[in-house]
């Protein structure tokens, strides 16, 4: 061997003391090798109340803004009554459609009262005019 190749290999453990790094924990493959501090989770924005805006159809005028004793009164005992949070969806069934009248207070806390209204036939599902439903309903 030559000398220089000696001096040369017998400088290598040296220069890999230099390179040396502190042992590390083993790491389970996929995982990073730094500990990601917990984060809080961001706070879920406030939400004010607001009205829900009335429909205004010409021939539900009598429908919106009644109250659920009213309905009943108007159409009789609704097939479906259901709450959710602070609505109420009321569905009235005939032969000739399905009245479905969406309740919602009018101010916070108050009772609800009919906002929107929605109908379709019975057989199908089509759309069909609802204050032609309501009147249809209405009469039985």
Do not use: H, N
Not at 52 to 65: C, F, K, T, W
Not at 115 to 132: I, L, P
């Amino acid at each position: 061997m030559s000398p220089k190749l000696i001096v040369s290999l017998a400088l290598f453990p040296l220069l890999a003391a230099c390179a040396a790094t502190a042992p590390s924990q083993p790491q389970r493959p996929g995982t990073p090798s730094t500990r990601i501090p917990p984060t809080q989770p961001p706070k879920p924005p406030v939400q004010s109340w607001r009205p829900a805006r009335e429909m205004a159809i010409p021939g539900l005028e009598s429908v919106i803004g009644a109250d659920s004793r009213t309905l009943t009164q108007m159409f009789g005992k609704p097939r479906l009554d259901v709450t959710e949070g602070d609505v109420r969806k009321l569905q009235f069934s005939g032969r000739p459609c399905v009245l479905d009248i969406y309740l919602y207070p009018p101010r916070q806390g108050a009772d609800p009262r009919a906002t929107y209204v929605d109908a379709r036939r019975e057989s199908d599902g089509q759309d069909v005019d609802r204050a032609a439903c309501a009147a249809a309903l209405r009469q039985r």
